[in-house]
């Protein structure tokens, strides 16, 4: 596009770090620890489908890293850096300024400098394509097929919190001020578990980030694994900010609620006490709420014992 | 999506290469040689900007994927794998399998094998994101900045045929049918020269892949280098189908038409003979065609050693 070498230049451009070369040439070139394998992943947004067009841009600059952190995270991969794709309708220094910041003050955070991209213009909507690379030891990469039957299942940080601002925000739930101000934090900030994923490696077996709701995800743990689970609802740490809800909507947000950005995984019962200390060390916080088993298929059982039938929570809408 | 794992499992999954795990996990893994850099880019493409909505969709999967190869192939790398965001407006099956089977094609025949990916439906028109990795010897690859006064400067392939093809398509230029059929192959089905360019690592200086046009994209290699440079205008290797055409036309597309995704490249005069012997080994016409000289600029000349403004050519809409 016209100006492209320009908005590079003013909103991306950052020195090139430490073992990364290439900056701005046709590709950015970076090395990678020996015994270490590359982890990538990519996810392509768009306007009106992935994030609403009145959205503050600061926090969608963060968010279009955050969600790729997040695949990182899910295999207790540590970050190395990143391409971004942008196709904007038009070049408005307002949106773009606090997008680049968001995007950036993230990057910084978690050590995944950008360095390579794509800038063009668009004759709809905004798309963001978002590339992240990172590295993790040969073998210890956290892989959903790794589940065995006895292991424990855990949670980190809360869930529910971004369906039920999603909701709000789309008028499928009558809209609560304070209400939407505590839970819209979860959707639109989301706070991939970087530390604690990378200790997991090696310590954990199997992981993946909940985006699509527990209940799907953890199905594809299953799936891969060949396993069944146990998941006990009373356990599930469901954030504080939905106590008083109706509980249908509730057990909808917390098993079938997408854009957690948290992790689901599992791992040996001897393992319980590493994986605490490792979680206060990443000031985060891990919950057990359930094990696998032997055979296929997830079952949820309530505080009694009972069990919950997943239909009940919107799950069939995904199959 | 709705769908969006079958999708992916129709389309684009395949078996996993050798030495790449994780695919259909959070992330690829793969494996980088010892003593080798990762090369990465991304472009995205979008419908009415970088592609017509009729184009045909074998093609468009070929040169999705070409043009970031060309990118690797501009830094002397060769391919490891690539990621694909797909965001389409409905799930139309008479196009995905062509636009696969394009894509695929390309991919067996260079080696870089689709390792991941995402796809979404858009609320617009079709947006394609395309990530390429390859491996490169540390210290070989192939930077911008990297040519010396005395270099050659070199072309592979021809110039001109994709930008006479564009505007035949866009309608500034009068379609002539047989004139188009002999160029539109070079606007849709690019050929990077991959197995020249990864011989070219550590043979030639500096090198880029032709897209916006030979002497805009030649000044990026100056203004990195901080050299100059002399073209001669009659030593470029003009399509032969432009024969015949207005010579003002011709000098525009050669010149200043972009599309090409052949590489230029600059090397010291000693090895002349081993360049041409490795094109003609990977079977790709290369042509010297100038010099890199101390000072700064672009000087193009006419066989009789007159200056051509590159003004003349469309240069300056680009500054």
Redesign the interface.
């Known amino acids: 596009m016209n100006g492209e070498f320009d908005l590079i230049a003013r909103y991306f451009a950052r020195p090139a770090p430490a073992g990364v070369?290439?900056v701005?040439?046709?590709?950015?070139?970076?090395?990678?620890a020996?015994g270490c394998?590359?982890?990538?992943?990519?996810?392509?947004l768009?306007?009106?489908?992935?994030f609403f067009s009145n959205v503050d841009p600061r926090s969608l600059g963060h968010k279009a890293l955050a969600v790729n952190l997040?695949?990182?995270a899910?295999?207790g991969?540590k970050p190395l850096g990143c391409?971004?794709?942008?196709?904007l309708p038009s070049v408005d220094h307002g949106w773009l300024q606090p997008f680049a910041e968001g995007f950036h003050a993230l990057a910084r955070r978690w050590g995944c400098p950008l360095?390579?991209?794509?800038t063009?213009?668009?004759?709809?909507?905004i798309?963001i394509?978002v590339?992240v690379?990172?590295q993790?030891e040969?073998d210890k990469?956290l892989?959903?097929?790794a589940a065995l039957p006895g292991d424990d299942i855990w949670i980190s940080g809360t869930l529910g919190a971004a369906d039920v601002a999603l909701r709000m925000l789309q008028g499928s739930l009558p809209t609560d001020e304070p209400l939407l101000k505590a839970v819209r934090t979860a959707l639109e900030l989301p706070e991939p578990p970087m530390e604690l994923a990378q200790g997991l490696a090696g310590l954990a077996h199997a992981a993946?980030?909940i985006s699509d709701g527990l209940a799907q995800d953890l199905g594809h743990i299953l799936e891969?694994s060949g396993c069944g689970a146990l998941l006990r609802y009373a356990d599930l740490p469901c954030d504080p900010a939905l106590q008083g809800l109706d509980p249908d909507l509730v057990r909808q947000a917390v098993l079938a609620g997408g854009d957690v950005y948290q992790l689901c995984f599992t791992a040996p019962i001897e393992r319980r006490a590493a994986i605490e200390a490792l979680a206060g060390e990443a000031r985060v916080r891990v919950t057990r709420v359930g094990e696998i088993q032997a055979g296929a298929g997830l079952k949820v059982v309530d505080a009694q014992g009972v069990r919950i039938p997943l239909e009940a929570v919107g799950f069939d809408h995904f199959s």
Do not use: K, N, W, Y
């Open positions: 070369t290439g701005g040439d046709d590709c950015a070139l970076f090395g990678v020996p394998q590359v982890a990538t992943s990519t996810d392509l768009i306007e009106g489908r992935h997040s695949d990182l899910a295999m991969a391409l971004l794709g942008l196709s360095i390579g991209g794509d063009t213009r668009s004759t709809t909507g798309a394509s590339t690379f990172g993790v040969a990469a892989l959903r097929s993946l980030d891969a």
